[in-house]
């Protein structure tokens, strides 16, 4: 069952946009205050794309995005010109406004084959993030959706997401669309400073109720595997996501 105390429910989608931008840059301050870089795995999907516009638009000088290292928790098996591509989205709304060097962008290959580029993400994380103890690449926040069925990154029902949890990344073939996808693993995510899941929409509220009000069960609702070791794990919801919540 996930912690209400650690539960933002806003008005609505801008106000939510609002709350996760100040999120990304209070964290990045904190990060680079403390370690002079700050790591940010982003979220797919579409529900962060306007807090990723409300950042390039409104924090072009308020950051040394210099600083700033770009990571994602998921990503299509497509091109990353497609316009299901994650990198894509969020090129087209954050990195490309804000002249994000490419080479503080760390994509996911989707292109390539799905277990191939899943390793080779893995390095990438390996080489470039801190490890904890535990030696798991450590990102200061990683962003989060989730799914109508409770799925967050590209941990979907129907596998235990902790099944083969020694890996980092992996490349899970998704029934529902017929498809493989890149994720990040529980254990990366858990091992993050900070993990942010926002999420928004009546859609979303079933899943929502079960995570809040239910026995964690997450070979149903995968997103309630999420248990950072040391981190800070925060939801942030809108009131039509919220509307099921038990009072
Ligand atoms: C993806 C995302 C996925 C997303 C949820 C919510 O690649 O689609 O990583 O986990 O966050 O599906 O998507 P929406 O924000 O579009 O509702």
Not at 16 to 30: D, H, M, P, Y
Not at 84 to 102: F, Q, V, W
Request: charged fraction near 25%; include cysteine.
């Amino acid at each position: 069952m996930a912690n209400r105390e650690k539960l933002t429910i806003v008005a609505d989608d801008a106000a939510l946009a609002r709350v996760v931008t100040n999120l990304v840059i209070g964290e990045a301050q904190v990060a680079l205050n403390a370690r002079g870089r700050f790591d940010l795995a982003l979220a797919g999907g579409t529900t962060p794309k306007a807090a990723y516009a409300m950042l390039a638009e409104e924090h072009r000088t308020t950051l040394d995005w210099s600083r700033v290292r770009f990571f994602f928790g998921d990503e299509r098996c497509v091109p990353p010109d497609s316009t299901e591509s994650n990198y894509r989205t969020a090129h087209d709304a954050l990195l490309g406004p804000l002249d994000i060097a490419g080479a503080r962008v760390f994509r996911m290959r989707g292109e390539d084959q799905p277990a191939a580029a899943a390793a080779a993400y893995a390095q990438v994380l390996r080489h470039e993030l801190t490890g904890d103890a535990a030696g798991t690449p450590t990102f200061d926040l990683v962003l989060l959706g989730m799914g109508p069925d409770g799925h967050t990154a590209s941990l979907f029902p129907g596998e235990d997401p902790r099944v083969g949890d020694d890996d980092l990344v992996r490349a899970p073939y998704v029934a529902k669309f017929a498809t493989h996808r890149l994720t990040l693993t529980p254990r990366v995510i858990d091992a993050a400073r900070v993990v942010a899941i926002a999420t928004a929409g009546d859609a979303k509220s079933d899943a929502l109720h079960a995570v809040f009000d239910g026995p964690s069960d997450p070979a149903t609702y995968p997103i309630a595997i999420l248990a950072p070791a040391s981190g800070d794990l925060r939801w942030f919801v809108d009131r039509a996501a919220a509307a099921k919540l038990a009072r």
